[in-house]
């Protein structure tokens, strides 16, 4: 039939699933159609070995916001945090650092290795927190189009100037962020390399590059963009990642929209310059008055859409839109959770510590990068091994565990053999490195599913595996997200919107790209029925 529904939305991920339960709000019937036989996307949970369920990708909770939480009532749907006290980060010498989400407690520990620096710790948590503020700010924000001479497009950004001029003295700190790597940012506030080393991990999660590449300092605000409670805003769900996105599209199911699995999109149907809908791969045909595709951008733009029907100046910026990652993702099914040399229970408040990194130094983490910029996998990966089971007890047989361990670097393209040849050789070297800090790592695994950045693009759609759906840097972030003149969520092709992480603000599960589309769907919606 015709035009069956008001909007399609292409992908099940967390953010097409906001995007559609926003719209099915807004009066519109609204089609969900998923790829897999799950939605969920990257924030999925799944039985992958028997009595053991895992998040398969995203791993942890902190970036989704608490209005989607509340506006689409997502606790009444079964979501519900499990906060990470603390967060630890063992040293080979047998020593570690806990960090807490207590300031007092946390300097405590810093003091430990500086004096100086737990005293100045309080001032840089604040002042990275004000930064933070700022940011926050503008993740609601449709970015305008600055280069563009019409007329509301300047009044846009004239508007979006006055309304933040009370933040433009803080915009100096962001153009610090944006520019400087986290190694030389965080020089200028600490003399500890122990304390500099826990803070300089955020950067490296989920980008191929190392603490002394600049940009990187932003990176770390960005992992700090949550407002939970928890070590750096960190907690863990109830059932998993998957719990979010059910939640999300148990709301979505209760406005009306339709949601469909193993319904693989073929190709964008595009008449007359304007999106009408969607053919399957299976040959069906499924009509629309718009479509929104939460696929990455180089996926929409480069394989669903005909070249003939896009802009070369744009087709050029899809394709020079820098996505390749180096993150892997390693479930483990465990007789027990690894039992750290340098954890002190008494200390820590727990048996076992659930959420730790392996990645002490920025020495550490960079020569982690150096092996992966040449086509290697690093020979001591940075590795953030969770214990989500310590917390939940509806992921595991009674006694077990799961183990998620995310990590870099393991660079998409590997310059002398292929990772059919290597993964087992890359997971040993992965299991060394845990063993090497918790004795009782290897003997205790189960089972594992081992997902390299090929893999986590073939299963999850992630472009070249980056969790991201793009690097996080100056000339792809807000209006050059994806490209210029269409960060504002639309495209070159009337009809056809973007609500996916490769749009403003970016990745992490956080739901907000999928809010900002439905908004400026809505406002043309309602300027087409006056």
């Known amino acids: 039939m015709a035009n069956q529904y008001d909007a399609i939305v292409i992908g099940g991920g967390h953010n097409g699933l906001t995007c559609a339960a926003y719209l099915a709000r807004g009066g519109l019937k609204v089609c969900v159609l998923e ?20 998040s398969v990708a995203s791993y942890v909770m902190s970036l989704l916001q608490p209005r989607i939480i509340r506006e689409l009532e997502l606790e009444r749907h079964g979501f519900k945090v499990l906060p990470a006290s603390s967060l630890f980060v063992p040293f080979p010498n047998g020593d ?10 946390t300097c405590a520990e810093i003091a430990r290795f500086s004096r100086k620096d737990a005293e100045t710790y309080p001032a840089f948590n604040r002042y990275l927190q004000e930064s933070a503020q700022v940011v926050r700010q503008l993740l609601w924000v449709t970015p305008p189009d600055p280069a563009s001479r ?7 950004t004239a508007a979006l100037i006055w309304k933040y001029r009370r933040a433009a003295g803080k915009m100096y700190r962001i153009v610090d962020l944006l520019t400087q790597s986290v190694a030389d940012y965080l020089d200028r506030w600490f003399e500890s390399p122990e304390l500099k080393g826990v803070l300089a991990y955020y950067s490296s999660i989920g980008t191929f590059a190392g603490p002394r590449t600049p940009g990187t300092a932003y990176v770390l605000l960005h992992h700090i963009m949550g407002e939970h409670e928890g070590a750096g805003g960190w907690g863990f769900v109830r059932g998993g990642m998957g719990a979010i996105t059910q939640a999300i599209a148990a709301s979505a199911r209760e ?125 001591r990966p940075f590795i953030t ?15 077990k565990h799961v183990v998620n361990l995310f990590g870099g670097h393991a660079p998409y393209h590997l310059k002398d053999a292929s990772w059919e040849q290597s993964k087992d050789a890359f997971f040993k070297t992965v299991v060394d490195t845990m063993t090497e800090f918790a004795p009782n790592f290897r003997d205790s695994i189960i089972h594992a599913q081992i997902l390299t950045p090929p893999d986590l693009e073939a299963l999850i759609g992630l472009p070249n595996g ?3 759906h ?30 996916g992480s490769s749009t ?25 029925r006056r």
């Open 150 to 156: 019409r007329w509301k497009d300047m009044k846009d």
């Open 255 to 379: 406005k009306g929209a339709d949601i469909r699995t193993s319904a693989e999109i073929d190709r964008i149907l595009v008449r007359d310059g304007a999106a009408r809908g969607v053919v399957l791969k299976s040959g069906e045909t499924i009509e629309a008055k718009l479509v929104v595709s939460n696929a990455n951008a180089k996926h929409t733009f480069l394989k669903l859409v005909d070249e003939r029907e896009l802009p070369p100046e744009f087709l050029a910026e899809i394709r020079s839109y820098r996505t390749l990652s180096s993150a892997f993702k390693i479930n483990l099914a465990v007789e027990e959770p690894p039992s750290y040399r340098a954890a002190d229970p008494a200390r820590l408040g727990n048996a076992y510590p659930s959420y730790v990194h392996l990645g002490h130094s920025i020495d550490y983490l960079e020569k982690a990068y150096d092996d992966a910029k040449y086509g290697r996998w690093s020979e």
């Open 35 to 54: 790829r897999r036989h799950i939605v969920g996307g990257a924030a999925v949970t799944e039985e992958v070995f028997p009595g053991f369920r895992w």
């Open 466 to 468: 980056h969790i991201f």
């Open 385 to 399: 091994p969770v214990v989500p089971t310590i917390v939940d007890d509806t992921l595991a047989p009674k006694g």
């Open 504 to 528: 403003h603000p970016g990745g992490g599960v956080m739901g907000v790209p999928g809010y900002n589309a439905a908004r400026e769907i809505l406002k043309d919606w309602k300027k087409v």
């Open 96 to 105: 570690g650092f806990v960090y807490w989400d207590d300031e007092r407690k």
């Open 470 to 499: 793009g690097e996080l840097a100056p000339d792809q972030l807000f209006f050059m997200r994806p490209a210029p003149h269409y960060a504002d969520y639309r495209s070159p092709i009337r009809g056809l919107y973007q609500c």
